[in-house]
């Protein structure tokens, strides 16, 4: 048996409203006690449904993807299957025990609706949650995927064509325009479809060229320009075509265009100037997604690019978005432009500047073991002022890794350091002076005695 809901044995439903429907056919074919009976097992399989999915939930351990991914499948589809589970095992039951179809008949077409219902919510479970769409996108498939479940309810029903005769009759015009209420909810529905199709079709577009770029195939800021090219082509496509198929006049469009134009110059003139900023950024690979920079006094890396603003975290974890323009109206630090070797500097004061060879052979070999040290270019120790009863020594190195952190580097050093002196008998300058307090008690009490 074919599953069409819509089809009963020869009888072919043709759906102009209730009385020609599936459901009032079945109530006047079958016994009031068979056509209820078969009704309130349909209800209960369904209501089982949702009342088994929470009692699934809560015994779910998610760990990991493929866990979460079976978790959002029962929440998605858990009603639907269970649903179809009862509804099969009725059928089955009956079928044994000597009915046939006709007999059967509301179980049997419920059955194929919820089958179609599973379908579609498995195609919105796969499209919301194994591709990853953003929330926009996200919430686009969800209204798509409930429409087309509401679509399939109503033709059970015989109320799907009715409504549309009605949205046909609608038809009004705005100067020479003429706009129907057919045309209306094509657009709506295309629209939402296309837009969700092209967003979906970026998305992946953009994570196969981000995978192509972290494999070296092409560079990091060539795959977000293609990225970007690539999305605002297909949305402005798209959106011309579901404006055109709606039975907007070319020409008509073809002026509002033009305002729209005029309207974006004058209120989305700063989103314009962003965009065509971090294009620029891009084109100039002036910095990339992972340089560390510092703009606009703010210095961190770089972990986002987007069509709007460049995302720069801190060494405390602060993410700041900064606008495109900012960084080409401004002066941009980048310190990992043209390789990852980064200079880390901090100073040290000693007591005697007679110390100073001895001290800047342990700080060298200090810098020699430490592992995140670059041997070239080497590291050096230079005076960087001299003071009564101290030398501040400024030692400075390299290092590749900055993604680690180097304040935790330069403790572990200064730790190191400040032990190798200890070892040698290298004073730092607190340990080369007496502290005051422990001074005057001395001196006030030699006086008492002279006197």
Avoid at 44 to 63: E, F, K, M
Avoid at 254 to 278: K, R, W
Wanted: glycine share 8%.
């Amino acid at each position: 048996m074919a599953m069409n809901f819509m089809k009963i044995d020869q009888v072919v439903m043709s759906g102009d409203g209730f009385f020609q429907s599936m459901a009032y056919h079945a109530y006047q074919s079958l016994p009031l006690g068979s056509f209820s009976l078969q009704c309130l097992l349909c209800v209960l399989s369904i209501a089982t449904g949702y009342a088994v999915r929470p009692w699934v939930l809560v015994r779910l351990t998610v760990r990991g993807p493929w866990s979460v991914y079976g978790y959002h499948a029962v929440q998605v589809m858990g009603p639907a299957v269970v649903a179809v589970w009862c509804l099969s095992s009725l059928f089955g039951a009956a079928w044994l025990y000597g009915l046939n179809a006709h007999e059967l008949m509301v179980l049997w077409k419920v059955l194929s609706l919820t089958l179609w219902v599973l379908v579609i919510r498995s195609a919105g479970w796969f499209f919301r949650y194994v591709l990853h769409p953003h929330e926009v996108l996200r919430i686009f498939l969800h209204l798509i995927e409930w429409a087309a479940v509401v679509v399939a309810v109503l033709t059970f029903f015989g109320l799907f064509q009715p409504l549309i005769s009605h949205i046909q009759a609608i038809e009004f015009s705005i100067g020479e325009q003429v706009f129907k209420g057919a045309n209306i909810v094509t657009g709506v529905l295309m629209g939402v479809v296309a837009l969700t199709v092209a967003g979906q079709i970026a998305d992946v577009v953009d994570r196969l060229l981000q995978r192509y770029a972290r494999q070296e195939t092409i560079q990091g800021n060539d795959a977000l320009i293609l990225t970007r090219l690539f999305s605002m082509g297909i949305f402005v496509f798209t959106l011309v075509g579901v404006l055109v198929s709606s039975g907007i006049d070319l020409t008509t469009l073809a002026a509002f265009a033009g305002a729209m134009g005029i309207g974006l110059g004058f209120g989305l003139q700063e989103f314009v100037v962003n965009y065509v900023s971090g294009l620029y950024v891009l084109l100039e690979r002036a910095l990339k997604v992972g340089d560390y920079v510092t703009i606009d006094k703010i210095t961190g890396r770089v972990v986002q690019m987007s069509s709007r603003a460049l995302v720069v975290r801190d060494a405390v974890g602060t993410e700041s978005l900064i606008p495109n323009s900012s960084v080409i109206k401004g002066v941009l630090q980048n310190h990992t432009l043209s390789n990852d070797d980064f200079r880390v500097s901090f100073l040290l004061k000693i007591a005697d500047v007679a110390d100073y060879p001895r001290a800047r052979e342990l700080i060298l070999q200090s810098l020699k073991n430490a592992p995140r040290v670059l041997p070239d270019p080497a590291g050096d120790v230079l005076i960087a002022s001299v003071a009564a009863g101290e030398v501040t020594l400024e030692t400075s190195f390299w290092i590749n890794d900055l993604h680690n952190g180097h304040k935790g580097l330069i403790s572990d050093l200064m730790f190191d350091i400040c032990m190798r002196f200890r070892s040698e008998g290298v004073l730092l300058a607190s340990e080369g002076v007496e502290p005051l307090a422990a001074t005057k008690p001395h001196t006030s009490k030699t006086a008492a005695v002279l006197s």
